[in-house]
């Protein structure tokens, strides 16, 4: 770990160097749910300090490279893309495109027209959906319908995942949090609750339901995670934003096993 840090500080220090000063650099914007999304956009319980989030770090390392000024706030999700659709706040992390996300978001490789599709190379992340269920659940998926509903499932009000599940006709009515909610499957008052696998596993651990949740194996959405900025934002510093862009994909490439090494233990 020693060695990985140290090859990285002269690579800072030179960056640094070369762009000037970075307090005359644009001020990029950013919201991030107020969600615990450990891993991901926070450290996991008892870790170092400096240890921010894999995707937050991915995102500070790619705003040095392409010289903006960054400033992180959360707000609850849907909060956040209404920031970004008036155009208070510069982007929002982390989202998975979907057609309708292009009226509030402009995302890598996407133009206004829609003529062309959003690039996964420069995207933050992959992710896998999954279902948490009890051991003993009748619920079935077999990566195009499910079988055994009783109660409907849930998902995170807002997400992508939460509008693919009532497309289906199976999405809970009820907008809960993740951790009511697997308190709700484990009593047998919800079929299940789709989150992303490392965050289930991670809320499945901090809420001490070992045991009692398993994941389905076949995920319900296989997609990548975006950053998508405000398209004021875009208007005003294009070649800002593409070169941010580009900087999250080579970021996410190169550090890749690194990061799912310091993160993601399972």
Known sequence: MLSRRLWVLPLLSSLFV?????????????????????PYTSAPVGT????PGLVVELIEQAARSAQLRLVLHRQPWKR???????????????????????AWGRFPGRTPDGQTPVDPSRSLWPAEYRVIVRPDSSLQWDGRSFQGIN???????????????????????ESLAPATALKLVVAGRLDGY????????ALIKREGLQGQLVLLPTPVVRADWYLPLSHQFYAAHPERAERLWQAIGEQRQ???EELRKRYLSH
């Open 48 to 51: 170092a300090a400096g240890h």
């Open 18 to 38: 070369s762009t000037g000063h970075a307090e005359d650099w644009p001020q990029l914007r950013l919201c991030y749910e107020n969600q615990d999304l450990s």
């Open 194 to 201: 789709v989150l992303e696998s490392e965050l289930g596993l």
């Open 254 to 256: 190169q550090r890749a």
């Open 80 to 102: 956040c893309v209404h920031e970004v659709r008036q155009g208070a706040s510069d982007g929002v992390f982390v989202a998975i495109w979907w057609a309708d996300r292009d």
């Open 151 to 173: 109660h409907g499932i849930g998902a995170p009000l807002g997400y992508a995942v939460s509008q693919y599940l009532k497309s289906m006709g199976v999405l809970a009515n």
